[in-house]
């Protein structure tokens, strides 16, 4: 209902029917529930899934991957959500970790009400989605690749396998809070002169020509103590580029651990109680590389057709060099 729409007495009553329909069912509290596990698969001799580059092969660990899940249940219905550091998430590996869960805790858990989004890191090993366009660059299915997802995101503590201190996949009372906030400077659009072809009206709507807009959903327990976050910023997990070959959750992967040692302490990483995830939103055509496209070597703005025409040079973006590690 927007209020700004009706006026005078209309919009009064309006109000006060929204405000009786809706007290009923007004919550103070859910169940929640957060975990996290390991899905680093194999980090060698694996290409990497997301640039679709053959000669992209793993060679060691940068950041570790993990799958975060967070289960909100409001005593009605269980809804349940995870964020897995990986390229994307395909139908069997889904429908694998939904068999292993039913085989648990019979229906429980189904196709209805637990969701699996993948963070899009582009530097993890691919070969786990049984469809031939997405599996032709590891020229085909690799086993240890499906088998290190779905147990990772099974084995996550709130499903019961490794107790954490909230006990097996049962929930504690808590709340859930909303934030949302502007974050400049963080995401450049990748295709900008692509974007101008969209229709002058549709451009007039917004102030961007990507998204700046950051949701953040909190999980606070009952006694304040809190639980996690899944935080939604539109950005490209490539801040690794097509050359890395260290197995990495990228940007949003660091921003997770990052957040989590910074509530949960010197507890290892992947480990604490704390877990923040970050979630993959509306980041198609969004980089993480804020300096834009530059001539490899002297720095020069390229042209408009991305290229460095009459040098022996390419075109790439990148973004600053401000990373500092742990
Ligand atoms: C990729 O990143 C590395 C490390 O920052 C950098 O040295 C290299 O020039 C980049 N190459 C491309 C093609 O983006």
């Not at 509306?282 to 703005?301: A, I, Q, Y």
């Amino acid at each position: 209902m927007d209020l700004r729409l009706s006026t005078g007495p209309r919009a009064l009553l309006s109000l006060v029917i929204l405000i009786i329909v809706k007290l009923p069912t007004v919550r103070m509290a859910y169940n929640i529930g957060t975990g996290i596990a390991d899905t680093t698969g194999p980090i060698a001799e694996i290409v990497f899934m997301g640039y679709a580059k053959i000669d992209q092969k793993g060679a060691g660990l940068h950041l570790r991957t993990f799958a975060r899940s967070y289960i909100i249940d409001d005593s009605e219905e269980r809804f349940v959500f995870v964020s897995v550091e990986s390229a994307m998430i395909g139908h069997d590996v889904r429908a694998m970790v939904i068999r292993k869960l039913q085989e648990k805790y019979g229906d429980l858990y189904s196709e209805k009400n637990v969701m699996i989004s993948a963070t899009h890191t582009h530097s993890s090993p691919g070969g786990y989605n049984l469809y031939m366009l997405f599996d032709l660059t590891t020229f085909g299915f690799i086993k240890q690749s499906f088998n290190a997802l779905v147990n990772g995101i099974f084995v996550v503590r709130i499903f019961g396998i490794v107790l954490s201190n909230y006990g097996s996949h049962y929930t504690l009372p808590g709340k859930l809070f909303v934030g949302h906030g502007e974050v400049l400077d963080a995401n450049i659009n990748r295709s900008p002169m692509a974007y101008l072809n969209n229709p002058q009206f549709e451009r007039d709507k917004y102030n961007y020509d990507v998204d700046k807009s950051m949701t953040q959903l909190q999980f606070i327990a009952a006694n304040g103590h809190p639980m996690g976050v899944i935080n939604w910023f539109a950005v490209h997990p490539t801040s690794m580029n097509n050359t890395n070959r260290l197995v990495s959750s990228d940007n949003v992967g660091y921003a997770a651990v990052l957040f989590e040692k910074y509530i949960n302490k010197d507890t290892p990483i992947g480990k604490g109680d704390f877990v923040a995830a970050f979630a993959s939103s509306n980041l198609g055509d969004v980089s993480p590389n804020t300096r834009g496209p530059k001539c490899e070597f002297s720095g020069d703005e390229c042209s408009s057709s991305y290229t460095c025409p009459g040098k022996n040079e390419m075109c790439f973006a990148s973004g600053l060099k401000t990373v500092k590690y742990f």
